[in-house]
């Protein structure tokens, strides 16, 4: 009987959590498109970012094909690490530079760092005016 009142509340319980997804509209549309957004990486181009001047930037790797810098961002990303795709055009070639900036305002870089070092990573810090 314990069973059956358990597998009974189950069914419901994942009936209502199908049916709340379906009405509030996202269904299964919006949930792909939030994984879809999850996995992507949005690449900025360096001129729009020189509007922003942040205290410090780590650069963790420069490529010359896109997939190589994504992949490198999404591991990166799934660390916690701020990551981001920097675009920059270098005598006719785009080059994809792979870095970490800070998460809120006031963010020290020296956490950051020791905690790269503990991952072996290989990185540059780079100061406000090269960036």
Do not use: C, H
């Not at 009405?23 to 181009?45: K, N, P, Y």
């Not at 305002?105 to 290989?122: F, M, Q």
């Amino acid at each position: 009987m314990k069973e059956r009142v358990i597998g009974i509340l189950t069914i419901t319980t994942v009936i209502a959590v199908i049916s709340l997804i379906y009405l509030t509209g996202d269904g299964l549309t919006g949930i792909e498109d939030r994984i879809e957004a999850r996995q992507s990486v949005t690449v900025e181009e360096a001129s729009i970012q020189s509007d922003f001047i942040y205290p410090w930037v780590i650069q963790l790797g420069a490529f010359q094909d896109i997939e190589d810098a994504k992949n490198l961002t999404k591991q990166f990303e799934r660390k916690g690490y701020n990551a981001y795709v920097s675009a920059k055009d270098f005598s006719g070639k785009k080059i994809y530079r792979v870095r970490i900036r800070p998460s809120y305002e006031d963010e020290e870089v020296d956490p950051v760092i020791k905690r790269l070092e503990r991952g072996e990573s290989d990185f540059q810090v780079l100061g406000k005016g090269q960036q």
